[in-house]
């Protein structure tokens, strides 16, 4: 096999791994750890550490130790998480996540940094264009990485299927799922009673020893990258210091576009909070059992992968206004079910097709946010991006953070308020943009955003 190529599966595996095990424990974080919204709380402050480590981390560990190792060392801040949840605490879990949050930006830089150099290494060896092969690798990457979504959810759903002890839930309870949960921590005696310490264990025994595979995946069989093209690219990442790359980040704030765009951003992170945070625990641990998430959130991650691809394909054909209209009144017609919907276990396919749902609609979000941010600031992509996941990950945090102190009702009003607002926002954006360049076809260029950003799946 070709040693480029052999070297991208390496990687692309061993985010399979990884990710497998750090999926499906942030899905269960809201029902597994609800106690005093430990749970939540843990994610919270995960993203709010990845705002910080994005900013300066990535080009000081990249620089020191090389691609190979940051990633290894980085995948060992997520296997502390999975450590973290054995014995789950305000003094194991929020360390962790800290931990966690830290590693993920070196993580992913380092992933970026090393298949751009592979691609490069290759095309000239073959005297190929390398964007085009910096693109396939990405492509072989995604591909592989995508399925990580399907498997850490069916691992838990099967696993906490196990449980000899099925909980009924009377109608009274069930009065209680929902939009206007009723139910406190101490009095819940629904779906969401946790699972027997055993299962758990076994849970996340499987989750880290995933993680442990992906670390030694990459320590065996990833190879070096070729110490001048390393030198190279370490020159590339000293160049801009922190300080400056940090200045430019906010200065690009100057840029009208841009503050117009931090709404929709910030609802990106807001609307994969809720249904993370705040679907699995209200309607579907609420009133089916926590062994259901797995399944409701494999729903979820197949139809966003699917729905990636194929808007990326089609947005070239439609434009990206059409597809923003598309996600926009989906997610509309969401909110507004799942604050009229009562859910009972006798309409099991219902709690499927409001994930499927979100998953198109955030299928748009971030391909063509992805690809919006890609367009309008061609020249100042570094900074562009950083904002990018800068105000994503505020909407995380945010999301996170008010999850256990308001009720589901209250989230999702915010969800509509902010939907609302984005949309404001970005018409505003498209009506500059159609005002400062009559006649260029901005919205029918290809607004292929790939699939999703760091911060989606941590």
């Known amino acids: 096999m070709e040693r480029n190529l052999k070297n991208v599966l390496v990687i692309s595996f061993g985010f399979l791994l990884l990710f497998t095990a750090y999926g499906g424990l942030q899905s269960l974080q809201s029902s597994l750890n609800s106690e005093e919204g430990l749970g939540v709380a843990s994610l919270s402050v995960l993203y709010a550490a990845l705002i910080l480590s994005s900013m300066f981390l990535p080009p000081i560990l990249i620089k020191k130790l090389g691609c190979k190792w940051t990633i290894a060392i980085s995948m060992c801040c997520y296997i502390t998480f999975s450590l973290g949840n054995f014995y789950a605490s305000w003094y194991?879990?929020?360390?962790?996540?800290?931990?966690?949050?830290?590693g993920g930006a070196p993580l992913w830089s380092a992933k970026c940094t090393y298949l751009t150099i592979a691609g490069t290494l290759y095309a000239e060896k073959a005297g190929k264009?390398?964007?085009?092969?910096?693109?396939?690798?990405?492509?072989?990457?995604?591909?592989?990485?995508?399925?990580?979504?399907?498997?850490?959810?069916?691992?838990?759903s099967l696993i906490l299927s196990q449980s000899s002890t099925k909980v009924e839930i009377s109608e009274e309870d069930l009065e209680c799922c929902g939009a206007y949960n009723c139910l406190t921590d101490a009095t819940n005696t629904t779906g969401s009673a946790k699972p027997s310490n055993s299962l758990i264990y076994t849970l996340l025994g499987v989750y880290t020893a995933s993680g442990v595979?992906?670390?030694?995946?990459?320590?065996?069989?990833?190879?070096?990258i070729k110490s001048d093209q390393a030198e190279t690219e370490k020159e590339k990442l000293e160049a801009p210091s922190f300080w400056s790359t940090f200045l430019a980040t906010f200065r690009?704030?100057?840029?009208?576009?841009?503050?117009?765009?931090?709404?929709?951003?910030?609802?990106?992170?807001?609307?994969?909070?809720?249904?993370?945070?705040?679907?699995?625990?209200?309607?579907?641990?609420?009133?089916?059992?926590?062994?259901?998430?797995?399944?409701?959130?494999?729903?979820?991650?197949a139809v966003n992968s699917l729905c990636s691809l194929l808007f990326g394909k089609i947005s070239q054909f439609t434009g990206r206004k059409l597809l923003f209209a598309l996600a926009t009144v989906t997610n509309t017609a969401c909110i507004i079910a799942l604050l009229l919907w009562k859910p009972h276990p006798k309409q099991l396919a219902v709690f499927f097709v409001f994930p499927a749902l979100w998953g198109l609609a955030d299928a748009v979000w971030q391909t063509q946010t992805n690809g919006l941010y890609g367009i309008l600031f061609e020249k100042h992509k570094e900074a562009a991006f950083a904002n990018y996941?800068?105000?994503?990950?505020?909407?995380?945090?945010?999301?996170?953070?008010?999850?256990?102190?308001?009720?589901?009702?209250?989230k999702l009003y915010i969800l509509l308020s902010v939907l609302v607002l984005s949309m404001v926002t970005y018409g505003a954006v498209e009506y500059l943009e159609a005002k400062s360049s009559p006649g260029t076809p901005a919205a029918t260029k290809k607004e292929n955003g790939g699939p999703h950003s760091q911060e989606t799946h941590m």
């Open 389 to 410: 996941r800068l105000w994503e990950s505020l909407g995380f945090v945010i999301a996170y953070g008010y999850s256990t102190k308001l009720q589901a009702y209250i």
């Open 129 to 156: 264009n390398a964007k085009d092969i910096i693109n396939q690798y990405f492509g072989v990457f995604f591909l592989v990485f995508q399925s990580s979504g399907i498997w850490g959810n069916l691992i838990s």
């Open 92 to 102: 194991t879990l929020i360390p962790t996540s800290v931990i966690l949050g830290l």
């Open 213 to 224: 595979l992906a670390v030694l995946l990459i320590i065996i069989f990833l190879d070096q």
């Open 252 to 301: 690009h704030l100057k840029d009208k576009r841009q503050c117009l765009l931090i709404p929709l951003t910030m609802y990106s992170g807001f609307e994969q909070g809720f249904l993370s945070g705040d679907y699995t625990k209200e309607y579907v641990t609420c009133a089916l059992g926590i062994q259901y998430v797995g399944y409701v959130m494999i729903c979820f991650a």
